[in-house]
């Protein structure tokens, strides 16, 4: 789960949005980790939200990932 972790965030520091969605994610990590499942990407993702190093945003008809401090991430 560590190198899954890994390759999410350098695929948030790397990407030009400050904002993604879990399919954008979930192809990066399939580019470097062909055989994993969405199951385990999105475990791994919520890890990292509950590590506070990714930020869940809602918009009320679907969910996207940002990287904690990057863009505007925070609540206003």
Do not use: C, W
Request: proline share 1%.
């Amino acid at each position: 789960m560590e190198e899954i972790k890994k390759a999410i965030l350098d695929f948030a520091e790397n990407s030009k949005k400050t904002k993604f969605y879990f399919n954008d994610m979930q192809k990066a990590v399939q580019k470097v980790f062909p055989d994993v499942k969405s199951r385990e990407v999105k475990k791994a993702a919520t890890a990292l939200v509950n590590e506070e190093k990714l930020i869940l945003f809602s918009t009320g008809s679907t969910t996207m990932y940002g990287l904690k401090g990057r863009g505007q991430t925070e609540d206003h």
